[in-house]
């Protein structure tokens, strides 16, 4: 699975959107991209995952670029609740593939 | 209402003794997925399984052992071999297979079960 890059932590202020970057240069074809939320101490939460096409939830938006080597996860309205640790996912197609979680994002939401 | 539950929350063992991480699912998952998390770092894959009575290593499988002997469990078995258990550990299921037979990679985490070896 390919690797993937993210900022180690983002603030955002409450009301605001959140735009979480993240780099995923050796993506390959039949690869989608995933997200996953994990609040302190709690057990990470799936949000959205695409292949290339964007992608919208009711959590969150997901822009993936059109050479696919870059995502974007959009929180329209960040609030407080946001506050967790997000995790940028690259998986293959394979039955039961295994999710990789890197070290994520920390995202910070503040009034 | 459905979902993914592990006992117990908090679970504090003597170093030397095997211990046992309750996983249970009423999902009708197929597979199933145990992770463990140090401070600070991202999940590790200990083992999965896709279904009954088969499981494959994942990248951390040394010191731990499962069984898939029902659809809806799958615990997970610290062995004294494991040298460093500490750790939070967190199981997880998905199905296989999407509605269109695309991939469903989307997996359902229980809350964790936080072991402490003394």
């Known amino acids: 699975d390919a690797k993937t890059t993210q900022p180690p932590s983002m603030d955002c202020a409450e009301g605001r959107a959140a735009n979480l970057p993240c780099n995923h240069s050796?993506?390959?074809?039949?690869?989608?991209v995933y997200w996953y939320r994990q609040i302190h101490s709690q057990g990470p939460q799936y949000i959205i995952h695409g292949l290339k096409n964007n992608e919208t939830n009711e959590m969150a938006s997901l822009i993936i670029t059109e050479d696919r080597k870059s995502s974007t996860l959009i929180l329209p309205h960040a609030t407080l609740r946001d506050t967790a640790v997000y995790y940028c996912i690259v998986s293959g197609t394979g039955t039961a593939s295994k999710l990789t979680f890197g070290t994520g994002t920390r995202l910070q939401v503040t009034l | 209402d459905g979902g993914i539950t592990q006992s117990p929350k908090y679970l504090f063992r003597k170093e030397g003794q095997n211990v046992t991480l309750s996983c249970e699912q009423n999902l009708n998952h197929d597979a199933m997925y145990w992770y463990r998390q140090d401070p600070g770092q991202g999940l590790r894959l200990i083992y999965y399984s896709q279904i009954v009575n088969d499981f494959q290593k994942g990248d951390i499988a040394e010191g731990y052992s499962v069984s898939r002997e029902k659809k809806e469990s799958f615990p997970l078995t610290v062995t004294s071999a494991q040298k460093n258990p500490t750790a939070f550990y967190l199981c997880a299921s998905s199905p296989l297979r999407g509605l269109a037979g695309g991939p469903r990679n989307e997996q359902f985490f229980g809350p964790g079960t936080r072991l402490t070896v003394l």
């Open positions: 050796t993506i390959s074809g039949n690869e989608y």
